[in-house]
């Protein structure tokens, strides 16, 4: 019965999305105040009928309701329930749901909260929002059902691929869910002020929050993925340039840029049809992603279960959603009058140059990761796309980035001073020249590009310190008056220190672990001993063991340095018996300037075992550098001007655009 | 009038784009996995890892039943099923390897630790041949009739069960009956089954 109030649930949330694409959307057009009425509550209906639905497939997973199909393919009774929780959005239908419901949050939050929104925008948003919920309800009540019934209910599930049970992976797709819907408010904000024909200061600073939002998720989500991959993949890399982390990290790159831009089109006036066109690419780039996961075009790692009526399906979506919007921009965006003027080297000059960077930056991953793809509709020869082509197109364009990156938010508004700039940045060019030759006299075997790569993060870090100190006029005025000011600043100021601070935090935790990890190979027997980057790891032997759903074969490594005992791991090998399949969880100590990480693979016939175990220089940093950035964003978030401000529209934004 | 162009891009950009993606859904041997069930193996010339050795083509496949494994060094899940492989070689059945996207000294190496479960093996450095496999992960079985046709693949590494349920049967069938053997029928618990 539930699980039929849930396809219930779905169908008409349906109806509710389309009454809120359509009606809200023609009032609007023919200034009809009941039709834009409309909106608010279709939008809050649809969110109630998505989560009726939601609840009914979660309730369908944990009660281990077996004549359901979904449930049957992606769990089973001994699962633990967290797992039976995770499971729900484990799986290609199950994930949809997950994402309408993201999706119709949202929708439910601008209706809530955007009483002080102007009509006619608010109705617009609101129906463009429930357009792309249209979309991917018939989507799913066509092609993905997740309610689907099975008859006769067999007695147990096929379990949820043991891979994807863990802590690290259930909440990966919330986060990254979140990031991914929450653009597509930006999207629908761009699609509204198309169809209005304006942007002003308030309408930036209505998107900008969203974006935000979406940014900080979408970054703890990436983060969150690439530790499970470090993790639980079990061969120390943490990023592996697969379609699907691409599919993640390209709406990423594209919703940096947008988040820049739109700081100046709020605060200069400038750069509107590009903040818009931004962000519809960054929108578009997420539905390109869902696509490719969920079509099979692509192949990885991880991909969903793939259809090619789903892939098909999607497309039409896709061309629908993009290639409509990108059309109305093209007919509309040029009658939008370019606001502020600047000079090239300024603040807004600057903040041009870095969305040039990161959307060659999303171009290039878009380009690898469709490589395969588009050299067969060439008929080209073979080349190579992997890490060594991204790693060969990546870091050239964010060398660069980073280099502008501690010198952007020194130039001012309009016209910026480059020489006092770097005047400022003196400490920091210090800084560079130290990191640089210590680096070199310590790890003279190393790569040059580390040295370059860690000079880098001590340049933006010393950078962003400078100019943040700048702003409290530090040690010029006295202590007294220096608090105060800071106390004054802007959160948005905090926020983009914090983050800038975590972006030099990753890049060192990059660069120190991908030049310096040490591996060692090789079958021990108990008692025998490794060296490993002056650690020495003594294995003691395996011992068998039970999960609730798993057997365990457990090992033991007694590690220590210099006769000082200094971690004991417990790498593991689990047999998951309903889906005969086998997972690996790395042991991993960390000294949070380093991890020791500890694999064990199979016995070698006699006592002895594979082992394989890293020294990873400052991965920790990568992680921490991330929630760092997600923490600036939050930051950001909590700004006044989000709060108070964004509301009203200002008498002078009258003067700005009005085409 | 040239502004006016320069809006109109990102529409044409987009337009190339979903003209490539429609084209890779009808087109890709790799949408769906048994794609390439019951159809002769794609063809291929893949070098040896070692070059005294022979590599591996397309026709090699032909004359015996035999297994196609993909594996690489640095997946941990092929090490998983190594023994099985092992096993199997023991027993008697062909088994070539493609090793996909590997390091040729980082193979070598491997195998040397381990063991060399495989009559001939072809490297696959940039994954091209893989793609036309349908690869879609490491590591990847395929069982091959001895007249070169894919019978059967299994997805992920193989468990000593699935050995045991559904490679090794496919395999006796295949070599008592021959490729003329029309449908493989399996137990339920089978990747690729119907049941």
């Known amino acids: 019965m539930i699980p039929e109030i849930g396809h219930y649930a779905l169908i008409l949330a349906l109806f509710a999305a389309l ?25 809050g209906i649809q969110f109630i009928f998505i989560l009726t639905a939601f609840l009914a497939l979660m309730h369908a997973y944990v009660t281990s309701d077996f004549s359901v199909l979904n449930v049957v393919n992606n769990s089973h009774s001994a699962k633990p329930l967290l797992y039976k929780i995770s499971g729900v959005w484990g799986n290609h239908e199950g994930s949809m749901v997950l994402w309408m419901l993201i999706l ?7 209706a809530l909260f955007g009483g002080n929104l102007p009509p006619t925008l608010r109705a617009r948003v609101l129906a463009v929002q429930g357009l792309i919920g249209t979309g991917f309800l018939l989507f799913m009540l066509f092609t993905s059902n997740p309610f689907e019934r099975v008859f006769p209910a067999p007695l147990d599930g096929n379990d949820l691929n043991p891979l994807l049970q863990d802590p690290g992976l259930a909440f990966h797709p919330p986060f990254l869910y979140l990031g991914y819907v929450g653009f597509s408010m930006a999207f629908s904000f761009a699609i509204a ?52 982390e691409n599919a993640s990290f390209m709406p990423w790159l594209a919703g940096t840029a947008l988040l820049h831009s739109a700081t100046v089109a709020e605060k200069r006036d400038a750069l509107k049809s590009w903040t818009i066109l931004l962000a519809i690419i960054t929108f578009s780039l997420s539905l390109i992603g869902t696509f490719l996961v969920r079509s099979g075009v692509l192949t990885s790692v991880h991909t969903f279960a793939q259809d090619p009526t789903r892939g098909l399906f999607i497309l039409g979506l896709l061309i629908i959603a993009i290639g409509g919007s990108l059309v109305l921009y093209a007919l509309r965006a040029p009658a939008m009058k370019a606001g502020g003027l600047f000079a090239p080297i300024s603040r807004e000059g600057s903040l041009v140059l870095n969305n040039l960077l990161l959307m060659t930056a999303a171009a290039t991953v878009f380009l690898g990761t469709l490589y395969p793809l588009v050299l067969d509709a060439v008929g080209g020869g073979t080349v190579s796309v992997g890490p060594p082509y991204f790693t060969a197109t990546f870091v050239p364009l964010m060398v660069p980035m980073i280099v502008l990156m501690a010198i952007a938010p020194m130039l001012a508004w309009k016209r910026g ?9 003196r400490l920091a060019a210090a800084v560079v020249v130290v990191i640089a030759l210590g680096t070199w006299y310590l790890k003279s075997e190393g790569p040059v590009l580390a040295v370059l790569g860690l000079a880098l993060a001590g340049w933006l870090f010393t950078g962003t310190l400078i100019e943040f100190s700048g702003r409290l006029k530090l040690f010029r005025i006295g202590m007294r008056e220096s608090l105060r000011r800071a106390a004054h600043l802007p959160r948005a100021t905090y926020g983009m220190t914090i983050a800038h601070a975590g972006i030099a935090i990753v890049v060192a935790g990059i660069t120190a672990s991908s030049a310096w990890q040490t591996e060692k190979i090789q079958v021990l027997r108990p008692g025998e001993t490794v060296e490993v980057a002056g650690y020495i790891f003594t294995f003691e032997g395996t011992q068998e063991l039970q999960g609730p759903n798993y057997t365990i074969e457990r090992g033991t490594f007694q590690v220590s340095r210099d006769g000082a005992p200094i971690a004991r791991l417990f790498p593991e090998r689990r047999f998951y018996p309903v889906q005969g399949r086998q997972t690996t969880e790395a042991a991993i100590y960390t000294t949070w300037f380093a991890d020791l990480y500890a694999v064990i693979g199979d016995a070698d016939g006699e006592d002895g075992r594979v082992t394989r175990l890293y020294h990873n220089p400052l ?24 709060r108070v401000g964004a509301p009203a529209r200002r008498r002078a934004a009258a003067a700005s655009a009005r085409a | 009038m040239p502004k006016r162009i320069a809006f109109i891009v990102p529409a044409v950009l987009f337009l190339v784009l979903a003209v490539t993606l429609w084209w890779g859904l009808g087109h890709d041997p790799s949408i769906v996995p048994s794609a390439l069930i019951d159809k002769p193996a794609p063809a291929f010339k893949l070098p040896p890892l070692e070059e005294e050795n022979p590599g591996l083509s397309e026709q090699d496949l032909e004359g015996q039943v035999s297994l196609v494994n993909v594996f690489a060094s640095w997946c941990l899940p092929c090490r998983a099923e190594h023994p099985i492989l092992m096993r199997l070689a023991e027993d008697d059945v062909t088994i070539f390897g493609l090793n996909y996207k590997d390091k040729p000294e980082d193979a070598r190496n491997w195998l040397g630790r381990l063991g060399d479960p495989y009559s001939q093996i072809g490297v696959d450095l940039d994954g091209r ?6 690869i879609y992960g490491v590591p990847e079985t395929f069982v091959v009739d001895s007249s070169g046709r894919i019978r059967y693949k299994h997805i992920g590494p193989m468990a000593p069960r699935d050995l045991e349920e559904c490679i090794r049967p496919v395999i006796e069938r295949l070599k008592e009956q021959g490729p003329g053997l029309e449908t493989v029928e399996l137990p339920a618990s089978c990747q690729g089954s119907k049941g």
């Open chain 1, 104 to 110: 119709s949050l949202f929708g439910c939050a601008v």
């Open chain 1, 619 to 642: 991965v920790p940093w990568i992680w921490v550098g991330a929630v760092v950035m997600a923490m600036g964003g939050a930051v950001s978030l909590s700004d006044r001007r989000h």
């Open chain 2, 129 to 134: 041949v893989s793609i036309d496999w349908g």
């Open chain 1, 193 to 244: 002020a198309l169809i209005e024909g304006r942007v002003d200061a308030a309408w930036a600073r209505w998107v900008r929050p969203w974006t935000l939002v979406a940014w900080c998720s979408l970054t703890l989500g990436i983060a969150l993925g690439s530790w499970w991959a470090y993790y639980e993949l079990g061969w120390g890399g943490w990023w592996f340039w697969d379609p699907v």
């Open chain 1, 19 to 43: 009454i809120q694409g359509t009606l809200p959307l023609a009032g609007a057009q023919r200034a009809d105040a009941a039709w834009m009425a409309l909106a608010r509550p279709a939008a």
């Open chain 1, 417 to 425: 001073d480059l020489a006092g700039a770097f005047t400022r940045l």
